[in-house]
């Protein structure tokens, strides 16, 4: 074991280099608590990121900490056993020689010392597992072997989770049924995740932070909201791009029953009950559901016209442009930011500036973040 | 002058062989299949030539245990002609009716050495071999000889050991080649001290020491030779069953490390 | 006719024990390494596949004799060189029946890939323990299967034994030899039985080890 320490609790992570012809260069700093999904592309680089992460692949020229522990540098590499990692990978890649029961805790033995994080019995009972203890891993399905993968990695005790596009293997079905136990464990646990991803949907419902990566180099990392909401990014630039907003229950009304939510600058109703007063939920704007008025419409059925100020105005190809609006006018700081897609005809037509207060009709707001925080 | 010999020996091989495969042959020139002992080896490539020089018959030979040879020939192997190791497998060949009548004869008679690749172990220096005690001392820890079972040449080191009087004390340190070739190889790499093998392979290798155990300490290893049937007709077998009892072929039996029988 | 059976018994089995204990380790280097001199080992290994045994066995005769350095060591250790002893027959089989016990285990490791060590890795498996807990349960049916080729192998084998060996009754003279001295000096009846013996043990040997590794297959896929 390497005992060098620096002073930081996060995770310092800096890889150059190339590995089988492929060039990555990446540098960034997270914090020791969150969902961070590393986000791009197939073949961008992720995944080669997080085996770095994990040691299961070396650069040559990387700097890596934990937690202040120094887990590699120009001099040493620490190799994988040693370090205190979780990894998921894509495929479940359950042990065919053992059962569940001995899958599950292959990794709680050989922790040493007091790195549990988790004890075996509520493993089980937060992934749903009890029925399936004492059997084998065959015939089992694809989102039953991956809860098992996830246990197992839990139970070793890390202080670092990694996931490899964990559900990329999964089908529709087996997604659904797999997301709402994730979402569970990341809110209980208290480590840092990593998950590699390059479905939006997926990194809407889980991540906090997110990295973004192309070609072997990270383009952008922050708060998922911030990130998702850049008009700049190629992300942003997609059909079917949406921004996340986080946002708190507070009213219910029985007779229609919509609820109301509290977001940073302003208030949004939601059809249906959500969940309890005061419980917090994220949920997510397609950017083409925004239409825009630079009075606040009299009449319409809309029934979010929401004040808003333009932060940022971005041409795209098509026709098409992208504002970045935060909610709130001008007077009010810090709103929560959204996309806004409409036609550069539009933008033309109503002379739209950076600055400028507005009003944003937004059709229709889908829930991401599905379960309450404890 | 050696060298010339062999490239004239040669030349004539090669003409001999191109003319038989290629050209029409003569109707004199014919070729006969022989099956030899392994023990014969060297001898009957040393026959051939001298045959072929005199006839221009072909000889073509094929080497194996006289046992094996044998099992081959009641299968029905196209050998015209049976030069064995023993006595007893060309008469159960007459036998079992495979062979030309009366033509079964003992063509040679191998001896035994016993063999040390020690230049001076078997350097006995007017002692007798009973008086130095050499077998049965410590510094002999392995004696190797042929399968008695199997090989006439182990039948008569086994013999030859019960004469001495010193089978008993030396049974423990016997260890047995399958053929007496294998024999003189378990000494000759050094892993027997001391072999009983035959004196034509002795005499084939000019290192180490041997002693010839006399005539009278084992029974004749008689040789014999048969016709079979297969060969009845064939003018070159005939003529090298003849050629086998010539003066010429037992200039060069004797010199390579075997005996003419005495009739 | 027992001594013959017992000893072709006791020989395969310790064989196939060496082989186990010694050949596991190979076969895992061969299926691990990216030496690049590593297939020319293998090469080595798989030699008794295709040399005859009697090349084998003079060879062996000639490296375990007194002149060389392996003799001269045994002879300071044990008083004696390993030819013509029992000893020595087990090193001869050892390395004859090598390619197939170290063969099918190595096509065994093949077989598991990268993934399963790797997973082990993040759960805090260090290379020997993965290799025990991981590599070695995955690969039981090549081990299986290893383990009965060697030991049939080993339990048919003739030239290198027939050379080394020396024949010598109850050390040395194991089945294949007793029913080849049979069928050399006419005793057919004798040889009939050993032969028609070996004959069904193999065809044993051969099929419950087709069906175990097919059940055992079928448990780890």
């Given at each position: 074991?390497?005992?060098?320490?620096?002073?930081?609790?996060?995770?310092?992570?800096?890889?150059?280099?190339?590995?089988?012809?492929?060039?990555?260069?990446?540098?960034?700093?997270?914090?020791?608590?969150?969902?961070?999904?590393?986000?791009?592309?197939?073949?961008?680089?992720?995944?080669?990121?997080?085996?770095?992460?994990?040691?299961?692949?070396?650069?040559?020229?990387?700097?890596?900490?934990?937690?202040?522990?120094?887990?590699?540098?120009?001099?040493?590499?620490?190799?994988?056993?040693?370090?205190?990692?979780?990894?998921?990978?894509?495929?479940?890649?359950?042990?065919?020689?053992?059962?569940?029961?001995?899958?599950?805790?292959?990794?709680?033995?050989?922790?040493?010392?007091?790195?549990?994080?988790?004890?075996?019995?509520?493993?089980?009972?937060?992934?749903?597992?009890?029925?399936?203890?004492?059997?084998?891993?065959?015939?089992?399905?694809?989102?039953?072997?991956?809860?098992?993968?996830?246990?197992?990695?839990?139970?070793?005790?890390?202080?670092?989770?990694?996931?490899?596009?964990?559900?990329?293997?999964?089908?529709?079905?087996?997604?659904?049924?797999?997301?709402?136990?994730?979402?569970?464990?990341?809110?209980?646990?208290?480590?840092?995740?990593?998950?590699?991803?390059?479905?939006?949907?997926?990194?809407?419902?889980?991540?906090?932070?997110?990295?973004?990566?192309?070609?072997?180099?990270?383009?952008?990392?922050?708060?998922?909201?911030?990130?998702?909401?850049?008009?700049?990014?190629?992300?942003?630039?997609?059909?079917?791009?949406?921004?996340?907003?986080?946002?708190?229950?507070?009213?219910?009304?029985?007779?229609?029953?919509?609820?109301?939510?509290?977001?940073?600058?302003?208030?949004?109703?939601?059809?249906?009950?959500?969940?309890?007063?005061?419980?917090?939920?994220?949920?997510?704007?397609?950017?083409?559901?925004?239409?825009?008025?630079?009075?606040?419409?009299?009449?319409?059925?809309?029934?979010?016209?929401?004040?808003?100020?333009?932060?940022?105005?971005?041409?795209?190809?098509?026709?098409?442009?992208?504002?970045?609006?935060?909610?709130?006018?001008?007077?009010?700081?810090?709103?929560?930011?959204?996309?806004?897609?409409?036609?550069?005809?539009?933008?033309?037509?109503?002379?739209?500036?950076?600055?400028?207060?507005?009003?944003?009709?937004?059709?229709?707001?889908?829930?991401?973040?599905?379960?309450?925080?404890? | 002058?050696?060298?010339?010999?062999?490239?004239?020996?040669?030349?004539?091989?090669?003409?001999?062989?191109?003319?038989?495969?290629?050209?029409?042959?003569?109707?004199?020139?014919?070729?006969?299949?022989?099956?030899?002992?392994?023990?014969?080896?060297?001898?009957?490539?040393?026959?051939?030539?001298?045959?072929?020089?005199?006839?221009?018959?072909?000889?073509?030979?094929?080497?194996?245990?006289?046992?094996?040879?044998?099992?081959?020939?009641?299968?029905?192997?196209?050998?015209?002609?049976?030069?064995?190791?023993?006595?007893?497998?060309?008469?159960?060949?007459?036998?079992?009716?495979?062979?030309?009548?009366?033509?079964?004869?003992?063509?040679?008679?191998?001896?035994?050495?016993?063999?040390?690749?020690?230049?001076?172990?078997?350097?006995?220096?007017?002692?007798?071999?009973?008086?130095?005690?050499?077998?049965?001392?410590?510094?002999?820890?392995?004696?190797?000889?042929?399968?008695?079972?199997?090989?006439?040449?182990?039948?008569?080191?086994?013999?030859?050991?019960?004469?001495?009087?010193?089978?008993?004390?030396?049974?423990?340190?016997?260890?047995?080649?399958?053929?007496?070739?294998?024999?003189?190889?378990?000494?000759?790499?050094?892993?027997?001290?001391?072999?009983?093998?035959?004196?034509?392979?002795?005499?084939?290798?000019?290192?180490?020491?041997?002693?010839?155990?006399?005539?009278?300490?084992?029974?004749?290893?008689?040789?014999?030779?048969?016709?079979?049937?297969?060969?009845?007709?064939?003018?070159?077998?005939?003529?090298?069953?003849?050629?086998?009892?010539?003066?010429?072929?037992?200039?060069?039996?004797?010199?390579?490390?075997?005996?003419?029988?005495?009739? | 006719?027992?001594?013959?059976?017992?000893?072709?018994?006791?020989?395969?089995?310790?064989?196939?024990?060496?082989?186990?204990?010694?050949?596991?380790?190979?076969?895992?280097?061969?299926?691990?390494?990216?030496?690049?001199?590593?297939?020319?080992?293998?090469?080595?290994?798989?030699?008794?596949?295709?040399?005859?045994?009697?090349?084998?066995?003079?060879?062996?005769?000639?490296?375990?004799?007194?002149?060389?350095?392996i003799g001269q060591l045994t002879t300071q250790i044990f008083g004696r060189t390993l030819p013509f002893t029992f000893a020595g027959i087990v090193v001869g089989s050892v390395i004859y029946?090598?390619?197939?016990?170290?063969?099918?285990?190595?096509?065994?490791?093949?077989?598991?890939?990268?993934?399963?060590?790797?997973?082990?890795?993040?759960?805090?498996?260090?290379?020997?323990?993965?290799?025990?807990?991981?590599?070695?349960?995955?690969?039981?049916?090549?081990?299986?299967?290893?383990?009965?080729?060697?030991?049939?192998?080993?339990?048919?084998?003739?030239?290198?034994?027939?050379?080394?060996?020396?024949?010598?009754?109850?050390?040395?003279?194991?089945?294949?030899?007793?029913?080849?001295?049979?069928?050399?000096?006419?005793?057919?009846?004798?040889?009939?039985?050993?032969?028609?013996?070996?004959?069904?043990?193999?065809?044993?040997?051969?099929?419950?080890?087709?069906?175990?590794?097919?059940?055992?297959?079928?448990?780890?896929?």
């Amino acid at each position: 074991m390497m005992n060098n320490m620096i002073s930081s609790d996060g995770i310092i992570a800096r890889f150059s280099g190339s590995l089988e012809n492929f060039d990555l260069s990446a540098e960034f700093t997270l914090p020791c608590k969150g969902v961070t999904a590393l986000f791009g592309r197939s073949g961008c680089g992720k995944t080669t990121i997080l085996r770095c992460l994990a040691g299961l692949s070396h650069m040559e020229q990387g700097f890596l900490s934990v937690k202040g522990h120094v887990w590699q540098d120009d001099k040493s590499c620490m190799p994988t056993h040693q370090r205190p990692v979780g990894f998921v990978f894509q495929e479940a890649s359950l042990f065919a020689h053992l059962s569940v029961k001995d899958n599950l805790v292959f990794g709680q033995k050989r922790t040493v010392g007091n790195g549990s994080i988790i004890e075996l019995d509520e493993t089980v009972t937060l992934l749903g597992l009890e029925h399936l203890l004492s059997r084998s891993v065959h015939n089992l399905s694809g989102g039953e072997r991956q809860r098992i993968a996830i246990g197992r990695a839990l139970l070793s005790g890390p202080e670092l989770l990694l996931m490899d596009e964990p559900l990329a293997g999964l089908d529709k079905f087996s997604k659904d049924e797999i997301i709402p136990y994730l979402d569970r464990l990341f809110k209980k646990l208290d480590i840092p995740v990593i998950f590699v991803s390059h479905d939006t949907e997926e990194v809407e419902r889980l991540a906090d932070n997110m990295i973004l990566m192309d070609q072997g180099k990270i383009i952008a990392m922050g708060p998922l909201s911030e990130v998702l909401s850049d008009p700049t990014l190629y992300i942003a630039k997609g059909p079917r791009t949406s921004s996340v907003i986080d946002v708190e229950i507070v009213s219910f009304s029985e007779s229609d029953r919509i609820s109301e939510v509290k977001v940073d600058g302003g208030v949004l109703q939601i059809p249906g009950q959500l969940g309890p007063m005061g419980s917090n939920h994220r949920i997510s704007i397609a950017a083409n559901d925004v239409s825009l008025a630079r009075e606040k419409p009299s009449e319409t059925t809309i029934l979010n016209v929401i004040p808003t100020h333009i932060l940022n105005i971005h041409l795209l190809e098509g026709g098409r442009v992208n504002l970045l609006l935060s909610i709130g006018h001008q007077d009010k700081k810090d709103g929560a930011k959204f996309i806004a897609r409409i036609t550069q005809r539009s933008l033309l037509k109503f002379d739209f500036t950076v600055g400028q207060d507005i009003y944003a009709q937004i059709k229709s707001v889908s829930m991401v973040g599905g379960s309450q925080t404890v | 002058m050696y060298q010339c010999k062999r490239i004239f020996c040669l030349v004539v091989f090669v003409f001999a062989f191109t003319s038989a495969v290629m050209i029409t042959p003569p109707a004199s020139a014919e070729k006969v299949s022989v099956a030899v002992a392994a023990n014969f080896t060297a001898t009957a490539k040393n026959l051939a030539q001298a045959f072929t020089v005199n006839t221009g018959h072909e000889v073509v030979l094929s080497f194996g245990s006289t046992g094996k040879l044998f099992t081959q020939i009641i299968h029905g192997a196209p050998f015209e002609v049976f030069l064995a190791a023993d006595r007893e497998r060309p008469k159960r060949a007459e036998q079992e009716g495979l062979t030309v009548k009366g033509s079964r004869f003992t063509y040679a008679q191998g001896k035994i050495v016993l063999w040390s690749r020690d230049p001076n172990r078997l350097n006995l220096e007017g002692t007798s071999l009973e008086q130095s005690g050499i077998i049965e001392s410590d510094a002999i820890t392995r004696l190797a000889i042929a399968n008695p079972k199997t090989a006439p040449y182990g039948r008569a080191a086994l013999e030859t050991l019960t004469k001495l009087g010193v089978y008993e004390k030396v049974k423990g340190k016997i260890v047995q080649g399958e053929n007496v070739a294998q024999t003189y190889q378990f000494a000759y790499t050094g892993n027997a001290e001391l072999a009983i093998v035959s004196l034509a392979q002795a005499a084939l290798n000019t290192g180490g020491s041997h002693w010839v155990v006399p005539r009278e300490l084992y029974a004749p290893l008689d040789q014999q030779a048969v016709l079979l049937k297969r060969g009845a007709g064939n003018n070159a077998a005939n003529a090298f069953m003849n050629f086998l009892k010539s003066n010429e072929a037992a200039v060069i039996i004797r010199k390579l490390g075997y005996t003419i029988k005495q009739e | 006719m027992w001594d013959p059976i017992w000893i072709t018994v006791k020989l395969a089995f310790i064989t196939t024990l060496i082989l186990l204990i010694v050949g596991t380790p190979i076969a895992w280097w061969l299926a691990r390494s990216k030496a690049w001199w590593k297939e020319g080992v293998a090469a080595i290994v798989a030699l008794p596949i295709v040399l005859p045994p009697t090349v084998m066995g003079f060879y062996l005769l000639i490296a375990l004799g007194p002149d060389s350095p392996i003799g001269q060591l045994t002879t300071q250790i044990f008083g004696r060189t390993l030819p013509f002893t029992f000893a020595g027959i087990v090193v001869g089989s050892v390395i004859y029946s090598m390619p197939f016990v170290i063969q099918p285990i190595r096509n065994a490791f093949d077989a598991i890939g990268e993934r399963p060590l790797e997973v082990a890795a993040t759960l805090r498996a260090s290379p020997i323990d993965t290799f025990f807990s991981v590599a070695l349960p995955l690969a039981r049916p090549g081990l299986l299967t290893g383990a009965v080729l060697g030991f049939a192998h080993t339990v048919g084998e003739f030239g290198v034994i027939l050379m080394i060996g020396g024949n010598i009754p109850g050390e040395t003279k194991v089945l294949s030899v007793a029913i080849y001295d049979h069928v050399e000096a006419l005793e057919w009846g004798q040889a009939h039985i050993l032969s028609a013996g070996l004959l069904v043990f193999s065809f044993v040997v051969i099929l419950s080890m087709m069906v175990l590794e097919k059940r055992l297959g079928r448990r780890l896929k």
